[in-house]
C-alpha cells in the first residue's frame, strides 16, 4: 500500500494489561491440567511469547507456521496447514493467533486438530475483526474487538513489515499525500 499512514488504535500498555488479564482467566479455566499451547506464525509470535511467560510452567508450547494473506487481503488459501502434524491425539489444545478476520484459518486449524484425535480445541487471539467472518469460529479469549480494518504491529504485518511495532496501529491510506 503506497502512501500509507499509521493510526495508532492500542497503546503499549493497554497490551500489556490485557495479556494479563487474559493469561489470568486462562490459567484459571484450565487449572493446571495438560494444555498444549499452539502458536500460530509468523501473526502470534510477540503475543505468545508475552502471553507464556505468564502461563503456568506445565503447558507444552508448539509453533506452526500458516498463512493465508498477501497484501491487505486474505487469500482464502491457507498454507501450512500440512505442517501441522504432531503429537496432538487426546490433548487439549489452546490455538494462540493474531487476528480472527474471515476464520477460514483458524476454522482450518481447529478441523486438523480434531482430525488427528485433539480432546478439546480452544482459541485465543489478540484482534477480532467486527463483520468480517465468511465461517463461524468461536475464539473462547479475545483480546480486543476491532473494526474492520487492517491493523499491523505488535506482530501483525503488512506484507512481512511493520511486525516489531510495540503497539497496534491502523493501516490507512494518507490524505495528505496527492
Ligand atoms: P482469516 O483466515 O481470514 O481469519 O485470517 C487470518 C490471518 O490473516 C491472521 O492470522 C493474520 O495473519 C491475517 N490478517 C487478517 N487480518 C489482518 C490485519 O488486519 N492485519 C494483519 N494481518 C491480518
Ligand atoms: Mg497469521
Not at 500458516?66 to 487439549?92: E, Q
Not at 486449524?109 to 477480532?128: E, I, N, S, T, Y
Request: charged share 30%.
Amino acid at each position: 500500500m503506497k502512501n500509507a499512514s499509521l493510526r495508532r488504535l492500542i497503546s503499549k500498555r493497554d497490551i500489556r494489561r490485557r495479556v494479563r488479564e487474559l493469561a489470568e482467566e486462562i490459567t484459571a479455566h484450565y487449572q493446571g491440567r495438560p494444555v498444549v499451547v499452539l502458536g500460530l506464525m509468523n501473526g502470534a509470535l510477540f503475543f505468545l511469547v508475552d502471553l507464556l511467560r505468564l502461563l503456568p510452567e506445565s503447558v507444552i508450547v508448539e509453533c506452526r507456521t500458516v498463512a493465508s494473506y498477501a497484501g491487505p487481503s486474505s487469500t482464502g488459501k491457507i498454507h501450512g496447514l500440512d505442517m501441522l502434524h504432531g503429537n496432538f491425539a487426546g490433548k487439549t489444545v489452546l490455538i494462540v493467533d493474531d487476528i480472527l478476520d474471515t476464520g477460514l484459518t483458524l476454522s482450518e486449524v481447529r478441523a486438523r486438530l480434531l482430525d488427528m484425535g485433539a480432546k478439546r480445541v480452544d482459541v485465543c487471539v489478540l484482534c477480532r475483526k467486527e463483520g468480517t467472518r465468511k465461517v463461524r469460529v468461536r475464539a473462547k479469549w479475545v483480546g480486543f474487538d476491532i473494526k474492520n480494518e487492517f491493523v499491523v504491529g505488535y506482530g501483525l504485518d503488512f506484507d512481512g513489515v511493520y511486525r516489531t511495532r510495540q503497539e497496534i496501529f491502523v493501516l490507512e491510506p494518507s490524505s495528505s499525500t496527492p
